[in-house]
């Protein structure tokens, strides 16, 4: 086949298989090819997904966007919605949705983050455009819902909601906007489990992080699970820092991270019998052994799990326009 000059067959790279072991009969080459190609398809496939972002009008989804494209590596620049530069975001691309700086129909975008290949739909928030949120939903693997921490849950946020209960998407909450004046992310978290109760993962929403700082004074955060704060240093923000919690917010964060592992485990049972037998304290240890409280590994773990059952919804917060 291949002297005759045709590499493929039947799609298969036939040049590759001979250059792998010549000593290969024929017929087992192409038992061979096909088994790669099998293996390489479903590790394709396994680490495929589709995320949507979606939210009210005005909450910052295209800005989410444009950050997680510029910190994932798949555009250099950060360019705003109605940027004074007038470029405008990278899933703005209709002229109108640059001028009026909404978005009006889905766009579509691809990124890799570590092993993953990540396909990312933009939806509009406008109420007008709302069949273009239902479309996306129809292939999503998991959603972000993102909530103003001013505006809180406005109508459009019911709305998509109730779409992606019909659809049975999983989803995580963003709470964006941490840094303009009236910023309050417990009254959100408060109105989510007050509002969205068509399902109860929304019901049973709990905050993952915590904010250092509102408004004008907005830091960083501090991540629940793994009980380190996080600043966010550069110009675009670029520079993750890890460091440990300040003193002033120790206290708090280790109430937040127990009413998280309590919300957590009244989804799972077998996490509320951990919690029964060592309780929901922090534990330093590492893995699965602990003897006493929760590991961050053992929350991680059933977070994930609770989160595809669409029986617990994590909550996350920062301020995407400041980076």
């Known amino acids: 086949v291949k002297m005759n000059g045709f590499n493929n067959y039947m799609g298969i790279n036939l040049f590759k298989v001979n ?28 680490h495929l997904r589709n995320i949507g972002i979606s939210a009210h009008i005005d909450s910052g989804k295209t800005t989410l966007t444009e950050r997680i494209l510029y910190y994932t590596g ?51 928030g406008h109420v007008d455009f709302t069949i273009e949120v239902e479309r996306a939903l129809r292939v999503l693997d998991g959603a972000i819902l993102v909530i103003c921490s001013v505006g ?22 963003f709470i964006n906007k941490l840094d303009r004046i009236g910023a309050d992310p417990w009254k959100i978290q408060e109105e989510v489990r007050a509002k969205l109760t068509a399902s109860e993962d929304t019901r049973r929403a709990c905050a993952v992080q915590m904010p250092i700082g509102l408004e004008n004074m907005h830091e960083g955060v501090v991540d629940l699970v793994k009980m380190k704060a996080f600043y966010f240093d550069g110009e675009k923000g670029e520079n993750v820092i890890e460091a440990e919690i300040p003193e002033n917010l120790i206290e708090e964060a280790h109430q937040r991270r127990e009413e998280l592992v309590i919300a957590v485990s009244d989804a799972n049972e077998e996490l509320m019998e951990h919690v029964f037998e060592f309780g929901s304290s922090f534990s330093e240890k590492d893995g699965f052994e602990e003897e006493e409280g929760v590991s961050n590994e053992r929350l991680q773990k059933y977070i994930r799990k609770t989160v595809l059952a669409r029986t617990f919804c994590p909550i996350f917060m920062g301020s995407a326009f400041k980076n």
């Open 19 to 46: 250059s792998i072991n010549t000593t290969i009969p024929l017929p087992d080459r192409y038992y061979y090819a096909k088994k790669t190609k099998s293996i390489d398809e479903n590790h394709r496939i396994k």
């Open 152 to 173: 809180g849950v406005q109508s459009q946020t019911l709305t998509v909601d109730k779409q992606m209960n019909r659809y049975h998407v999983p989803r995580l909450i």
């Open 74 to 124: 798949r555009i250099k620049d950060i360019h705003e919605v109605r940027g004074k530069d007038g470029v405008g975001a990278k899933m703005d691309s209709m002229e109108l949705e640059r001028e009026k700086g909404i978005t009006i129909q889905s766009a579509a975008t691809y990124t890799s983050w570590g092993d993953h290949h990540i396909n990312i739909i933009d939806t509009p």
